[in-house]
């Protein structure tokens, strides 16, 4: 599903998102992931010809006109309100969007284990090969490949796997890890990762390799699990911004920073995986 989250009016854009015909020239946008939402937040605009740069009189800014104005504040504040899915956050995004050029909102939509976190992940996971066309921000996440036995089993970790039934999603890194790693491993593939986990809860599978933190959300719904053995993969995950658009990664990494130094971050991060995250985002310059 691709399309604008809002229809209506709104000044003339050209493709690259300039507004013509009241003096203000807003830098193209890009859809940034909000942990739960996604929409078109602009960069920058520039000031009008009329505005020296002074502070103006008059009442105070909306949060509208301060996120439009690149108040790094007023992004923060709007990414907690459509995070939260609070009503003010969804008319402030109907009321930004005809500034955001072009930007488009994409949905992916599915029933709970068809793969929706795994086709993001891989779109927007780090590697060499993507760095090639397209930029990417610093590791807003990380993550991690591990393995899930049933309480009583012997497997203590990775060395354990030969001749074991181990169950995993199709067509993933994991499935690829796993053939590296333990390749005296029956490997158990299922389209979706509850096929899989329902795999071993039935006995049909000695043990679930997969997302760390998608492992211990299983394990939270069922009692006599256990995550063994350590993690035996890293996979950072960036925001990816046009090739060369330097400006766009720069701000995009400043707020992620700005997410970290405020706290906002970390408690986004206990909200959803119940634990506070192992890697920080990086910081620089160097504190």
């Known amino acids: 599903m691709i399309g604008p989250p809002c229809s209506g009016g709104g000044p003339e854009r050209t493709a690259r998102g300039s507004v013509r015909g009241d003096g203000l020239l807003a830098r193209g946008s890009v859809p940034v992931e909000a942990m739960g939402g996604s929409y078109g937040v602009p960069p920058r605009v ?4 009329w505005h020296d740069g002074r502070p103006m009189a008059g009442p105070e800014k909306s949060l509208a006109e301060r996120l439009l104005a690149g108040d790094k504040r007023a992004l923060a504040r709007a990414i907690s309100l459509v995070e939260n899915d609070d009503p003010e956050g969804w008319a402030l995004v109907r009321e930004v969007y005809p500034w955001t050029g072009r ?3 994409i949905g992916f939509t599915g029933p709970p284990g068809v793969g929706k976190s795994t086709l993001l992940g891989a779109l927007t996971k780090l590697e060499r090969e ?9 590791t807003y996440y ?10 009583a089993s012997k497997i203590a970790a990775l060395a354990d796997l030969a001749d074991k039934t181990v169950a995993v999603q199709q067509g993933t ?18 389209h979706d990762y509850t096929s899989a986990w329902l795999a071993v809860r039935e006995g049909r599978a000695d ?17 006599g699990f256990k995550i063994v053995g350590p993690k035996f993969s890293v996979e950072p995950f960036g925001i990816g911004v046009r090739r ?23 408690a986004l991060y206990e909200k959803w995986f119940k634990v506070a995250p192992e890697v920080a985002i990086e910081m620089w310059p160097k504190e």
């Open 46 to 49: 520039a000031l009008a010809p």
């Open 173 to 190: 890194t994991l499935e690829r890890n796993l053939a590296q790693l333990a390749p005296k491993a029956t490997v158990l593939p299922f």
């Open 130 to 138: 993507r760095e090639k066309t397209v930029d990417f921000s610093i």
């Open 103 to 105: 930007a488009a909102v």
């Open 142 to 151: 990380t993550g991690a490949q591990a393995l899930l036995v049933p309480q």
């Open 207 to 223: 043990a679930l390799t997969g997302s760390y933190d998608i492992l211990r959300g299983f394990m939270q719904t069922a009692q």
């Open 244 to 266: 060369g658009d330097a400006d766009m990664r720069d701000f995009v990494n400043a707020v992620l920073q700005d997410l970290w130094t405020s706290g906002r971050y970390q």
